[in-house]
T-cell receptor, first 114, second 113 residues
């Protein structure tokens, strides 16, 4: 148990659906991250939030919309996704938004887009 | 931008043997190199890291070596056990780019009893 939880663990959605992924960290951290993990590819950083402010957006399509209402919660809102968006979506947190800080990952949400 | 190459993509060893995973990075300004282990159904978990001011770091059966000149670093696991079976990721980061890590493609390690 890393102290980072994600729900749901599995999600199947059609291309016209709207869904949200939720992440919650119980570590008192100040920075949270969304990553995309596709088979045989490196983890791709999508968004970084520091103290609830988005500090990084790595050219992610607008069909992915993050939200960070407080330092413990992070959401990823999904709409009109494509089949190639099917992947494992990982949330992570660090105490400080610095490169050397250990990233604590949640177990991920396995997303399938039909 | 920074690029991290990781080899091999799969590795199978007998229990008790050693395993070595290698990564190379492209940006000489990179100065922090963590290794993460991802077990089935779980997120990656940090197992060891090294900063560019040291050449080697060891923690029980796990060690990491760094060659800044050649821009590569390696993970060494000795006396492997079946519970070491997982996917291992190397990563690199530099400067003041916040928490941004550039990850390698991952190595699936299988330890056969």
């Amino acid at each position: 148990e890393t102290g980072v939880t994600q729900t749901p663990r599995h999600l199947v959605m059609g291309m016209t659906n709207k869904k949200s992924l939720k992440c919650e960290q119980h570590l008192g951290h100040n920075a949270m991250y969304w990553y995309k993990q596709s088979a045989k590819k490196p983890l791709e950083l999508m968004f970084v939030y520091s103290l609830e402010e988005r500090v990084e957006n790595n050219s992610v399509p607008s069909r992915f919309s993050p939200e960070c209402p407080n330092s413990s919660h992070l959401f990823l809102h999904l709409h009109t996704l494509q089949p190639e968006d099917s992947a494992l979506y990982l949330c992570a947190s660090t105490k400080y938004p610095v490169r050397w800080d250990t990233q604590y990952f949640g177990p991920g949400t396995r997303l399938t887009v039909l | 931008g920074e690029n991290v190459e990781q080899h091999p993509s799969t590795l199978s060893v007998q229990e008790g043997d050693s395993a070595v995973i290698k990564c190379t990075y492209s940006d000489s300004a990179s100065n922090y190199f963590p290794w993460y282990k991802q077990e089935l159904g779980k997120g990656p978990q940090l197992i060891i890291d090294i900063r560019s001011n040291v050449g080697e770091k060891k923690d029980q059966r796990i060690a990491v070596t760094l060659n800044k000149t050649a821009k590569h670093f390696s993970l060494h696991i000795t006396e492997t056990q079946p519970e070491d079976s997982a996917v291992y990721f190397c990563a690199a980061s530099k400067g003041n780019q916040g928490g941004k890590l550039i990850f390698g493609q991952g190595t699936e390690l299988s330890v056969k009893p």
